[in-house]
């Protein structure tokens, strides 16, 4: 892996930020908003401090799942907007610096939303994330993980079929979302769709979350299948999205994006 | 001009489906040479830049770049490759001077600003490094991706139709500073253009394809007395152009 070619892939994306007013808004604006409009209605409704705990906890972990699974992809794709994917390409990048890059890219922008969303919540709600302890290293490691599955996922499918699916960038996290169990126990859902939730990671995240949250002891068992299931998924993601790679240079359409 | 080969292609095959776009092609480019790439719309050219890239894997043959296997060596081999078309941008969104520094990164340059500057010198377009890309006129980015293809000073320069959009003026300027950057730091090129004199001007060698297969190559005067049986004392490469491509009894 070659630091100066990561580096670029960074470089393109910190330029593309600083002269972007829609992805500062991104990394800044909706995060927040989000954070003050479930807040403030925790608030209104009189949810009880460890329900709001579970609201605002969900809220700012699905943020940073959200925000990494889509940048990924939304990063990828501006090469393919401006048309420039293909000097990129014609470089010495190799692959796994590609995508180590905008991995490295979309983390780095969660850490900056992630701490605006800390600052926010200390202040206007009295939240303090740091009530879950270790619990916290491993939920966040969780979801990162995930969130990178997805990225990948979106980028091999994008390679493959081009921009035109590409909305499924923003469209997969948002559906992802009601299986998540990011606001609401599993044992909410209907008792069919509860078998196949399990095997989301994310599941396994939330109910860990609000397992520390309500005694304040950390839950190894979900954090542990959640981490066996980023793992499975996050090999097959990398084999579907070299497979997809290789099919696209072989038919040539790669090109064509 | 030496006779190190610097690009060796044998028996280069490319299918897309049921379409042949590359059938057994074989040519070489030495030290120093610049090669002119022509052929009709659809002859192969880009279809054989993509896959001397590495970006389109050929279904047979084997490219050698520098006496490597160009399948088992792509990033070693593209630090001393580089390319520029006029149908790619740059990053839309980033100045002149950012993209070309996103760029050098991506080949790593040493001492990439002062290589910048000296690029956007030569090119004379110093005055446009905060500009955005977006912001210039088409001539203007064809002169800055220029300036990205020469960053890492390559040994082998692909260039596809690099002037398309350009005045004759400017062409005319840039064919000038491609042969003395070339002669200086003894670039091997290959160039396609359906400018005729564009390739005239700039090639040393001329290499015409046609559905996928290279069916003559010469010096622009030797195909111009070879291909249309004159005595000739220019090149006249337009001719031969529709000499080779066009089909007996059309128009």
New interface residues.
């Given amino acids: 892996m070659n630091f100066d070619r990561v580096l670029a892939i960074i470089l393109r994306n910190y330029f593309l930020t600083i002269h972007q007013l829609e992805r500062f808004t991104d990394l800044l604006l909706f995060p927040i908003v989000g954070l003050l409009l479930w807040g403030f209605f925790a608030q209104y409704v009189g949810i009880e401090s460890a329900l709001a705990s579970f609201l605002v906890g969900g809220l700012i972990f699905w943020t940073i799942f959200e925000r990494v699974g889509s940048g990924i992809g939304i990063d990828f794709m501006w090469d393919i907007w401006e048309h420039n994917l293909m000097n990129v390409l014609a470089s010495p990048i190799t692959l796994i610096e590609h995508i180590g890059g905008l991995v490295i890219v979309a983390i780095l922008k969660v850490l900056v939303s992630l701490a605006a969303m800390l600052i926010l919540a200390g202040f206007v709600y009295g939240f303090n994330l740091a009530t879950l302890g270790s619990s916290l290293a491993l939920l966040w490691i969780n979801v990162v993980l995930f969130a990178v599955v997805l990225g990948i996922f979106n980028v091999a499918v994008v390679l493959r079929f081009g921009h035109i699916v590409g909305p499924l960038t923003w469209v997969l996290p948002f559906a992802i979302q009601p299986f998540s169990a990011a606001f609401y126990p599993v044992s909410v859902l209907p008792q069919v769709i509860q078998k196949i939730v399990w095997f989301l990671p994310l599941s396994h995240v939330f109910e860990g979350m609000r397992y520390t949250f309500k005694t304040g002891k950390l839950d190894a068992n979900n954090l542990l299948v959640a981490l066996i299931l980023n793992l499975i998924y996050f090999a097959l993601a990398v084999a579907f999205f070299i497979y997809m790679f290789h099919l696209t240079r072989k038919k040539g359409s790669i090109v064509k994006l | 001009m030496k006779n190190i080969k610097v690009l060796e292609v044998t028996n280069l095959v ?1 299918h ?1 489906g049921d379409f042949t ?1 590359i059938e057994k092609m074989s040519f070489s480019i030495k030290e120093g040479e610049i090669v002119g790439f022509l052929g009709p719309n659809g002859a192969g050219k ?2 054989t830049i ?1 896959c001397l ?1 590495g ?3 050929p279904d047979e043959g084997t490219i050698r770049v520098f006496g490597r296997d160009l399948s088992k060596n ?6 001393k490759v ?2 520029c ?1 006029a ?9 002149v001077y ?1 993209s070309l ?3 050098a ?4 340059v040493p001492n990439a600003k002062k290589r910048i500057y000296e690029l956007l010198e030569l090119f004379e377009i110093p005055d446009f490094k905060k500009e ?1 890309i977006r912001q210039l006129s088409f001539g203007q980015r064809a002169r800055v991706s220029l300036c ?1 293809s020469l960053l890492n000073k390559p040994k082998l320069l692909l260039l596809d139709e690099p002037m398309a959009s350009m005045d004759p003026d400017i062409v005319d300027k840039g064919i000038k500073l491609i042969k003395k950057i070339q002669k200086a730091e003894k670039m091997s090129i290959l160039y396609t253009s359906h400018n005729m004199w564009e390739i005239e001007q700039v090639a040393d060698i001329v290499m015409f394809i046609n559905h996928g297969k290279v069916i003559a190559r010469g010096t622009p005067l030797e195909l111009t007395k070879q291909e249309l049986k004159l005595e000739a004392k220019e090149p006249n490469l337009r001719e031969v152009f529709i000499h080779l491509t066009r089909k007996p009894n059309e128009f």
């Fill in positions: 490319k897309f776009a880009s279809t993509n890239l970006i389109v894997k792509r990033t070693e081999i593209m630090q580089n390319y078309s149908e790619y941008n740059l990053p839309w969104h980033l100045t950012e520094f996103v760029f990164k991506l080949y790593s955005f990205k």
